[in-house]
């Protein structure tokens, strides 16, 4: 089962389309990133914008950084610090809108990961590792009941890492711990106490200009690790720190509670010089350079009850639950001066020059709460229907210190998904399903009204195939819509309207195989066409192009 499921149902008689990437794939892999762990989910596109430290993911064909969750519950309204992978069990991939479950979320769907927790087994892990690009880490994983049961328990991991980069004078310095306690409540209680601290020190790595790099250019090729920033620009520097519990409860009449919470505090600070095109000559790169600030403060909360019940033949597991989350963050942005490099022969050390006065300086503060019912009914021995329905209101308040404005966008909406599964026998199980998403516009259009919330929509026909206890195979096709997309707009200059549309069609196929002998497979391939179908009426119009990032063929 899928904890993203919010259920104990198995993955193959779940009529949507989920992938678990298991601990021991990632550490067969020896993934290091996220996006080590996405590159073996179809239909996802991880680390768009190169190696910057963030967690940057596409899914199908639409941007969802910052649809990351750990534990089910959101990390943040945006994304800024890279997650730990060390400290994960398992990587979960929702894929379509998923607003039903997770309230406003980007219709390509979402990822959560699922934390290491504490074990009734004693477990003595460490390691210590070398690789290319100059990597050291050294980890360790230690696990240890703390009762006869196993019930109370403490599990402690944690990792340090320095790695250099194929990018000249590009590094990353990591640094882990992450304690959790479980205590013994009784026996119809699980109760686990989970926190973190990670920091992280590096520089980013800014890929290098399209001539040259990608496409010829009459200068010749240019070195791919050639670093067009300057050596002596400060790292970005990074740290979070989390504290949460979860508690699941079983009651005598047959509902089940489950209730989790968190904080998470967060500070970023960078320098980056960022890539800005070539000049007419195709040797001189022009340059940007920007002083980030970022501080940060979530705290986020899912509560829900279930419960199997009957209603004459059909068998009921109805789930109702309330989330809630705010999250509170500031950001002052330098925009610098920097001079030109040359790519062919580059020579370091140009003056880098800031304003005494931020070019941004605000406060942003966003607070959502939902609804949500679900009843996954079994009406004969063969057929299942999931219907749901949900109610969101959100909030956002942004503060602008430079010019002393505050502006204000409320949002609500119901959204819902339905799906019809079938059980063919043999483990066959076709299904088709639909389901809607939500969320909310930031600002205002030229004549200050605040922009109508994304929409989205997404309509899919798939079949799961379970051959073997060992053996899966599924295969699923979607019609995916994003509605009410910000684009410019054709007529204020420098304004924004709320009437784009983008449009994704794909194909994903999927397989998982024991195959014996300690030899196992985990492999996918993707069709994804992924283009804008409503450009706001722009005088170039961009109807049909594909969107940025999303590759038609795909597979691992």
Same mark, same amino acid.
């Given at each position: 089962?899928?904890?993203?499921?919010?259920?104990?149902?198995?993955?193959?008689?779940?009529?949507?389309?989920?992938?678990?990437?298991?601990?021991?794939?990632?550490?067969?892999?020896?993934?290091?990133?996220?996006?080590?762990?996405?590159?073996?989910?179809?239909?996802?596109?991880?680390?768009?914008?190169?190696?910057?430290?963030?967690?940057?993911?596409?899914?199908?064909?639409?941007?969802?950084?910052?649809?990351?969750? %750990?534990?089910?519950?959101?990390? =943040?309204?945006?994304? /800024?610090? &890279? +997650?730990?992978?060390? @400290?994960?069990?398992?990587?979960?991939?929702?894929?379509?809108?998923?607003?039903?479950?997770?309230?406003?979320?980007?219709?390509?769907?979402?990822?959560?990961? %699922?934390?290491?927790?504490?074990? =009734?087994?004693?477990? /003595?892990? &460490? +390691?210590?590792?070398? @690789?290319?690009?100059?990597?050291?880490?050294?980890?360790?994983?230690?696990?240890?009941?703390?009762?006869?049961?196993?019930?109370t328990a403490l599990r402690l991991n944690g990792l340090a890492m320095n790695a250099d980069d194929p990018t000249d004078h590009v590094y990353f310095r990591s640094r882990w711990i992450a304690p959790a306690l479980s205590l013994d409540l009784g026996e119809?209680?699980?109760?686990?106490?989970?926190?973190?601290?990670?920091?992280?020190?590096?520089?980013?790595?800014?890929?290098?200009?399209?001539?040259?790099?990608?496409?010829?250019?009459?200068?010749?090729?240019?070195?791919?690790?050639?670093?067009?920033?300057?050596?002596?620009?400060?790292?970005?520097?990074?740290?979070?720190?989390?504290?949460?519990?979860?508690?699941?409860?079983?009651?005598?009449n047959g509902w089940t509670l489950h209730h989790a919470a968190r904080w998470q505090e967060f500070g970023l600070d960078g320098f980056i010089i960022a890539n800005n095109g070539l000049a007419a000559d195709l040797r001189t790169l022009r340059r940007t350079?920007?002083?980030?600030?970022?501080?940060?403060?979530?705290?986020?909360?899912?509560?829900?009850?279930?419960?199997?019940?009957?209603?004459?033949?059909?068998?009921?597991?109805?789930?109702?639950?309330?989330?809630?989350?705010?999250?509170?963050?500031?950001?002052?942005?330098?925009?610098?001066?920097?001079?030109?490099?040359?790519?062919?022969?580059?020579?370091?050390?140009?003056?880098?020059?800031?304003?005494?006065?931020?070019?941004?300086?605000?406060?942003?503060?966003?607070?959502?709460?939902?609804?949500?019912?679900?009843?996954?009914?079994?009406?004969?021995?063969?057929?299942?229907?999931?219907l749901g329905v949900r109610h969101d209101r959100s909030r956002n308040l942004s503060e602008d210190y430079l010019t002393g404005t505050n502006t204000r966008n409320d949002a609500s909406a119901t959204t819902g998904s339905a799906a019809l599964m079938f059980?063919?026998?043999?483990?066959?199980?076709?299904?088709?399903?639909?389901?809607?998403?939500?969320?909310?516009?930031?600002?205002?259009?030229?004549?200050?009204?605040?922009?109508?919330?994304?929409?989205?929509?997404?309509?899919?026909?798939?079949?799961?195939?379970?051959?073997?206890?060992?053996?899966?195979?599924?295969?699923?096709?979607?019609?995916?819509?994003?509605?009410?997309?910000?684009?410019?707009?054709?007529?204020?200059?420098?304004?924004?309207?709320?009437?784009?549309?983008?449009?994704?069609?794909?194909?994903?196929?999927?397989?998982?195989?024991?195959?014996?002998?300690?030899?196992?497979?985990?492999?996918?391939?993707?069709?994804?066409?992924?283009?804008?179908?409503?450009?706001?009426?722009?005088?170039?119009?961009?109807?049909?192009?594909?969107?940025?990032?999303?590759?038609?063929?795909?597979?691992?």
């Amino acid at each position: 089962p899928a904890q993203s499921d919010k259920s104990d149902t198995p993955l193959a008689q779940t009529p949507f389309s989920i992938t678990v990437v298991p601990r021991a794939l990632l550490d067969s892999q020896q993934a290091q990133t996220l996006a080590d762990a996405l590159h073996n989910v179809s239909g996802v596109v991880a680390n768009t914008y190169g190696r910057r430290g963030w967690d940057d993911l596409i899914i199908r064909g639409q941007t969802a950084s910052d649809s990351l969750f %750990v534990d089910g519950l959101r990390t =943040a309204s945006n994304n /800024r610090v &890279a +997650e730990q992978l060390f @400290g994960m069990q398992q990587v979960e991939v929702l894929k379509g809108p998923a607003s039903l479950l997770y309230g406003q979320v980007l219709p390509g769907g979402l990822v959560n990961l %699922v934390s290491k927790r504490p074990e =009734a087994t004693p477990l /003595r892990r &460490a +390691e210590l590792g070398v @690789g290319s690009d100059g990597l050291q880490q050294g980890s360790f994983d230690l696990n240890q009941p703390l009762s006869a049961n196993g019930k109370t328990a403490l599990r402690l991991n944690g990792l340090a890492m320095n790695a250099d980069d194929p990018t000249d004078h590009v590094y990353f310095r990591s640094r882990w711990i992450a304690p959790a306690l479980s205590l013994d409540l009784g026996e119809r209680t699980d109760f686990v106490l989970l926190t973190s601290y990670q920091e992280r020190d590096y520089i980013r790595q800014q890929g290098l200009p399209w001539e040259g790099s990608a496409e010829a250019n009459p200068n010749g090729k240019i070195d791919r690790s050639l670093f067009t920033g300057e050596p002596s620009q400060p790292p970005y520097h990074s740290h979070q720190s989390r504290i949460g519990y979860v508690l699941d409860h079983r009651f005598d009449n047959g509902w089940t509670l489950h209730h989790a919470a968190r904080w998470q505090e967060f500070g970023l600070d960078g320098f980056i010089i960022a890539n800005n095109g070539l000049a007419a000559d195709l040797r001189t790169l022009r340059r940007t350079a920007t002083d980030q600030h970022y501080d940060g403060r979530t705290w986020v909360q899912d509560t829900y009850l279930q419960r199997g019940f009957a209603t004459g033949a059909w068998q009921h597991t109805l789930t109702a639950g309330v989330d809630a989350f705010k999250t509170w963050e500031w950001n002052v942005q330098s925009t610098c001066r920097v001079g030109t490099l040359d790519v062919y022969a580059p020579v370091y050390g140009g003056a880098v020059t800031c304003p005494a006065t931020p070019s941004r300086d605000n406060l942003s503060v966003v607070t959502s709460g939902g609804l949500y019912l679900r009843d996954r009914i079994q009406f004969t021995p063969d057929w299942q229907l999931l219907l749901g329905v949900r109610h969101d209101r959100s909030r956002n308040l942004s503060e602008d210190y430079l010019t002393g404005t505050n502006t204000r966008n409320d949002a609500s909406a119901t959204t819902g998904s339905a799906a019809l599964m079938f059980d063919a026998g043999g483990g066959l199980h076709p299904y088709a399903s639909v389901a809607t998403s939500f969320y909310p516009n930031v600002g205002t259009d030229a004549q200050g009204a605040q922009f109508d919330p994304e929409h989205g929509r997404q309509v899919e026909l798939g079949v799961k195939m379970e051959l073997d206890a060992g053996t899966s195979l599924s295969v699923a096709l979607y019609d995916l819509r994003r509605r009410n997309v910000l684009q410019t707009d054709p007529v204020n200059d420098g304004y924004s309207i709320a009437v784009g549309e983008q449009r994704s069609r794909g194909l994903e196929l999927n397989a998982a195989a024991d195959l014996g002998s300690g030899v196992s497979l985990f492999a996918g391939y993707a069709y994804t066409d992924a283009v804008v179908t409503d450009d706001g009426g722009q005088s170039v119009t961009t109807v049909g192009d594909r969107l940025y990032n999303v590759p038609k063929h795909s597979g691992s």
